[in-house]
């Protein structure tokens, strides 16, 4: 209990400690009164998934997701009517085909249908894992970007925003995070 305590104890004088050493740095506009207001602060937070999402990157690969699971879906649907043809076509020639006959097509028939049944589910599988592999390699690619604002607000970590217990929004740099991960991102125009 008592080093439950503790921790607690530090974790708290460690937030007290970061939000105290907030600092208000103020860079002049020439052309324009008005200032800008940068906080640096130790910690920064930051909201991957959102980061993520609301990246143009994030919702490019949305899009091609929802694109491909529709293609998906239309493929079964033609397999499905090719396999239902199939099955009634084989049961109209039971009646022609001797026990033996009719269970040799049966039976490549089944193996048809679970190979093709197979290919469809790695089809999907791979549909799902897209949508990870892309989120993996963008925070590999989001990463230059961070750091750098790390760099700006003289940070010593980001962490993320799900694991802060309590916070002032002007250490959550999700919104510029992704302002710059757009910009840093984008596919060139031709």
């Known amino acids: 209990m008592t080093a439950f305590r503790s921790a607690l104890f530090f974790v708290a004088g460690f937030i007290l400690i970061a939000f105290g050493q907030a600092v208000f740095a103020q860079e002049d506009v020439q052309e324009e009164p008005q200032t800008v207001v940068v906080i640096q602060s130790a910690v920064l937070t930051v909201d991957a998934e959102r980061m993520f999402n609301e990246s143009d990157y994030g919702q490019r690969i949305g899009v091609e997701v929802q694109e491909a699971s529709i293609r998906l879906a239309s493929e ?69 970007v961070l750091v750098e604002i790390m760099r700006e607000r003289r940070a010593l970590a980001i962490l993320h925003s799900d694991t802060v217990f309590l916070k002032a929004d002007v250490i959550d740099i999700t919104d510029l995070a992704i302002e710059r991960i757009n910009a840093v991102l984008a596919e060139p125009t031709e």
């Open 76 to 144: 079964n649907r033609e397999i499905e009517a090719q396999l239902t043809e199939e099955e009634l076509a084989l049961t109209e020639q039971r009646s022609s085909l001797s026990a033996a006959e009719f269970k040799a097509l049966a039976d490549a028939f089944d193996e048809k249908a679970q190979r093709i049944r197979n290919e469809q589910t790695n089809k999907a599988n791979e549909i799902l894992s897209r949508p990870e592999q892309a989120r993996a390699q963008f925070l590999r690619l989001a990463q230059d």
